[in-house]
Nanobody, 126 residues
Framework: QVQLVESGGGLVQAGGSLRLSCATSGGTFSGYAVAWFRQAPGKEREIVAAISRSGGHRYYADSVLGRFTISRDNAETTVNLQMSSLKPEDTAVYYC???????????????????WGQGTQVTVSS
């Protein structure tokens, strides 16, 4: 088990950018596959982006492809989500999730992850 802490959320105008960070408390992300999910009011939690433990494999939901970038820092202390060209429909609570994978793969199903952060609110105004 690893404890995850998200940061970087806030209020931004449409077209703006935000950078979310996910950090572990008391450890690193070394060996973990990590993903960002989001949940808007009244909707189910959905995958946004995922990255394999090596960083060599990445997944993006169609709705964010070309606008968001997931990355791991070299020290394996944070996994970041750079969000650009934000839209009002990106408004949601964003969650970081981590899992020890069998291979160097990513996971896009919510049920695959057993470590979750508390979430950070992102609000995009029109």
């Amino acid at each position: 088990q690893v404890q995850l802490v998200e940061s970087g959320g806030g209020l931004v105008q449409a077209g703006g950018s935000l950078r979310l960070s996910c950090a572990t408390s008391g450890g690193t992300f070394s060996g973990y596959a990590v993903a960002w999910f989001r949940q808007a009011p009244g909707k189910e939690r959905e995958i946004v982006a995922a990255i394999s433990r090596s960083g060599g494999h990445r997944y993006y939901a169609d709705s964010v492809l070309g606008r968001f970038t997931i990355s791991r820092d070299n020290a394996e202390t944070t996994v970041n989500l750079q969000m650009s060209s934000l839209k009002p429909e990106d408004t949601a609570v964003y969650y970081c999730a981590a899992k020890h994978p069998i291979n160097d793969v990513y996971y896009i199903r919510r049920g695959s992850y057993d470590n979750w952060g508390q979430g950070t609110q992102v609000t995009v105004s029109s």
